[in-house]
């Protein structure tokens, strides 16, 4: 029978070697090098809204720090530390210990140390604190595009969504497309090493979080520009799946974890060099226009028309995780 | 009807004169100090676990940034940072307007930013993380306690715990007592001012979150010492409540987030004058001694005999909220 302390020591407490002092004190010490500053995000995932129940605890642990990894992708930065708070119904070993290794394999995949956290009896529920460094003033933000900008899609966000559904009984995937969402949607890979080759390329840059169309909104907005997507400059759908389905989930599915990101079309060059070398898929999809009376992102076909869409984001508050996708088109 | 976003920015979204960029982006950006290193923790507060679910929201969200402030202060931290990741069953305005009233009092009366956070619908918890500075090599650490240094104790803890458990109906505090039991209960504030006096004066130090025998055994046990606290140094127990029930809280009550630190004893002037200028009453209740089988704290009567103790800790595995303390004296 193992106490608190002695369930986080034993699977929580490995080396730091970037770190000046770990777990296990009041708090952890960070050395951010010199002429660096720190970006700094926190996300919380809930049993039930976020994951299910059941969810293999292997993925849980990956995909915990994964997304937060990805809001520093988003920021440009490179990923240093994590902090770890978890609520747990119960003291479960073989949970604890399989979490602990996707967690870690994520850390170490992205160069990550984890240095403290917290442990505490309650609902399932995870929240990592992410924190990263980039040069003096070379982070990536929402609000720094520029009309005119292209704006960007990294890979092939909707699979995610679509691997979601499978498993929701709402569609049937078939192989081997359904095994490439479902292991998107487990364990989505962090743009860590685009985010950082984007530095002084990118003027905005966001992870897709809440799904295309509403993240390329929050650049929109913030920077009080319109967002224009093209319909026919979106990433080729994947075959097997209604088309209309794969559509919303690429537009509304934000679990892939992609960047959206606006740049000069002076970058185009520069941005087909990093897609070759990184090897993603870099698609312009689009472009930042002044015309805004109300900043947004908006849908447009090939002749220009606008594509009226329902709904744009998600809202945790009124969308239940079993209900209804949060997005969808209306009639084309 | 406000949505998520609407919500948090309402209530949430305040400047944040210290920090490059705050709420809003992915994440925040921080410019640390030259020369300082960053001290960093989270602690996660569950409803049911930590606080009641008709806990006043105002006295909760200024408890929730002191407890993690609290952890800068035993580093010796000058805080500076926080984030607030919340999981709420419901978009309850009036529960968020007062909540963040609390949580901004805190935060304006320790100089803090809230830079972000995450917003996300499920049972009640609130996880913050808090970032603060302190020069290079100065932080307080628990492992630093050397031989022969005396064990001090700052304020009057235990007070918190008798307010909790006249909330709970087990004891009945009389008046003044009550009020300011439950204030030390509902409003505890972070010993940040002690803590930075202590850089170079302490050579060990913890905020007494689980108690003071079970915290003074953290320091003993990372240290490798025995903590020898001396029951007739302990600080004077209040009057208007069983002296066993008061020893007891003062012993294993956590809630009141006071500062155990040690220190060698040529610094007893230094500390003197310090308990002075900051009007903190420090109390050297005990010594660090280099006889240890098993590193631990004790506690000994006035003819240095060990007095048993049940239980030490508070472990929340295995001590309901609502259950009988998790700690007690046996017979002296």
């Known amino acids: 029978m193992h106490n608190e302390f002695d369930l986080v020591a034993r699977h929580f407490y490995r ?18 090098a010199p002429g660096m500053e720190l970006a700094v995000t926190s996300d919380m995932l809930v049993c039930g809204v976020h994951f299910l129940p059941d969810a293999d605890p292997g993925n849980l642990g990956w ?25 747990l119904p119960a003291a479960d070993e073989d949970w604890l210990a399989a979490f602990s290794e996707g967690f870690y394999a994520c850390a170490r995949t992205f160069g990550v140390d984890l240095v403290g956290g917290d442990t505490t009896r309650g609902a399932l529920s995870l929240c990592v604190t992410a924190l990263g ?69 990118a003027h ?37 799946v209604e088309q209309a389905v794969a559509r919303e989930a690429l537009l509304c599915g934000g679990d892939d974890y992609e960047l959206a990101f606006t740049a000069s079309p002076r970058q185009r060059p520069a941005l087909a060099r990093i897609a070759a ?42 969308a239940p995780f079993s209900g209804a996708s949060p997005f969808s088109l209306a009639k084309e």
Request: hydrophobic share 45%; aromatic share 4%.
């Open 15 to 32: 080396p730091t070697p970037q770190t000046r002092l770990g777990p296990g004190d009041d708090g952890a010490l960070l050395c951010p």
């Open 63 to 87: 995909k915990t720090l994964a997304v937060n990894l990805s809001d520093l992708a988003a920021m440009g930065a490179k990923a240093r530390w994590a902090l770890l708070a978890m609520s």
């Open 133 to 201: 460094e980039v040069p003096a003033g070379e982070a990536l933000c929402r609000d720094r595009a520029q009309a005119g900008d292209d704006l960007w899609l990294s890979g092939h966000p909707g699979l995610a969504a679509l691997g979601l559904r499978h498993l929701q009984g709402e569609i049937v995937l078939p192989e081997p497309l359904c095994r490439l969402c479902l292991h998107r949607l487990h364990a989505p890979a962090p743009r860590l090493a685009l985010g950082e080759r984007l530095r002084l390329i």
């Open 204 to 240: 905005a840059a966001i992870d897709i979080s809440d799904g295309l169309m509403a993240d390329a909104g929050h650049i929109a907005e913030r920077s009080g520009l319109t967002a224009e997507i093209f319909l026919h400059r979106l990433p080729r759908l994947p075959q097997g």
């Open 277 to 318: 070398q990184l090897d993603i898929p870099l698609w312009r999809v689009g472009q930042m226009r002044a015309d805004a009376a109300t900043p947004s992102a908006r849908l447009l076909d090939s002749e220009g028309k606008i594509v009226p869409l329902v709904k744009q984001g998600y809202d945790h508050f009124h």
